[in-house]
């Protein structure tokens, strides 16, 4: 055997190779996860109008949080002392 012979057997996979088999699994976790997609819209049809009511209470929430928080820890403060 020559060294040109064992040069062109390499001893590993081609990045040719590797990327085909990466995008033979990706392909086939598609396939398997498509029939997930109808019940995937279902509920974001549904939970979105939901999540659309809560907006005004997380955004409500955000604003006033921060003003009783501070105030909390200032009271407590002031009862240390």
Request: proline fraction near 9%; avoid cysteine; charge should be positive.
């Amino acid at each position: 055997m020559t060294a040109r012979e064992r040069h062109d057997h390499a001893d590993g996979p081609t990045t040719g190779e590797i990327l085909e088999e990466v995008v033979g699994i990706a392909t086939g976790l598609g396939v398997m996860l498509l029939p997930l997609l109808v019940p995937a819209v279902a509920a974001l049809v549904l939970l979105l109008p939901l999540a659309l009511l809560a907006l005004p209470l997380v955004i409500g929430a955000a604003l006033l949080m921060p003003p009783y928080l501070l105030v909390r820890s200032v009271r407590r403060r002031s009862r240390r002392f």
